[in-house]
């Protein structure tokens, strides 16, 4: 199964100059817990923007660059979307989408579900989130409004799935 996972801004920024506009805690804890034990895909810079390979997940880094290699047994490079396709959505495995932006864009309608941190806030950056179409996800889960005790960001967790 392929699902996406992101923190996005009101505006729907994600990112910019390749790092987080934002620190939640709360939101990196989440992330920690819905993504250990499986699989994360996510482009050449998204990677490259991790302080290394994260511990207890399956890394596959999809890249246009066919000379890219990352010497570690937990990560995989592939140079296809479709590849990641053939091999995730249909699977028992879940594969989980990281970023960043092109990916999330060239991926969000391969999904069955998203998992989303709302940041009740707009944010200045260089990579957006694609729409997300309303005919084609439902809400699944939908936590309380939180606020970061450090920021003093106010944020949400949102489960959607594929309607």
């Known amino acids: 199964m392929l699902s996406i996972i992101v923190a996005v801004a009101e505006n729907n920024v994600i990112g910019g100059d390749n790092t987080l506009l934002w620190h939640i805690p709360e939101d990196l804890k989440r992330f920690k817990a819905i993504t250990s034990g499986n699989t994360i895909v996510m482009g050449r810079k998204t990677f490259e923007s991790l302080p290394g390979v994260l511990p207890n997940r399956k890394h596959v880094i999809i890249t246009r660059d066919k000379s890219y ?18 091999k995730y959505k249909n699977s028992s495995e879940t594969a989980f989408i990281i970023g960043g932006g092109e990916i999330y864009a060239q991926l969000i309608h391969n999904v069955d579900k998203l998992f989303l941190t709302k940041v009740f806030k707009s944010f200045d950056g260089d990579t957006s989130f694609p729409q997300i179409d309303s005919e084609e996800f439902s809400v699944d889960f939908e936590s309380e409004i939180f606020t970061c005790e450090k920021s003093g960001l106010k944020y949400q967790f949102v489960d959607l799935v594929r309607k």
Do not use: A, P
């Not at 490079?77 to 590849?83: T, Y």
């Open 69 to 86: 290699t990352v010497d570690n047994e937990n990560v995989e490079v592939i140079h296809s979307l479709s590849k990641v396709i053939n």
